[in-house]
């Protein structure tokens, strides 16, 4: 079993920055990638960033600029720092891992940018 431990979120105001972490433990015997998604009430879950393990990023267009995705493989945690936030970043954001042919989700943390 693998879990998924997000932590960061919290309440900003628009034009401040957060940070969020992701640490995996478990039974992980390889990652292709792991990344950041958000949904906010009523709508899809979408990307937001990824990574994989040799260090390839891929990031929304919404974000491009403002947020950095980066990893710690000898940790098994990826962070994505979160800047210059707006209003519409208000979301739940949640962290993936895709490896051993599986997909893994975190329990999601809040983040909330107030005007």
């Known amino acids: 079993q693998v879990q998924l431990v997000e932590s960061g979120g919290g309440l900003v105001q628009a034009g401040g920055s957060l940070r969020l972490s992701c640490a995996a433990s478990?039974?992980?015997?390889?990652?292709?990638?792991m990344g950041w998604y958000r949904q906010a009430p009523g709508n899809q879950r979408d990307l937001v960033a990824t990574i994989t393990s040799g260090g390839t990023t891929n990031y929304a267009d919404s974000v491009k600029g403002r947020f950095t995705i980066s990893r710690d493989n000898a940790k098994n945690t990826v962070y994505l720092q979160m800047n210059s936030l707006k209003p519409e970043d208000t979301s739940v954001y949640y962290c993936?891992?895709?490896?051993?042919?599986?997909?893994?989700w975190g329990q999601g943390t809040q983040v909330t940018v107030s005007s």
């Open positions: 478990g039974s992980i015997f390889s990652i292709n990638y």
């Open positions: 993936k891992l895709l490896g051993q042919g599986r997909l893994y």
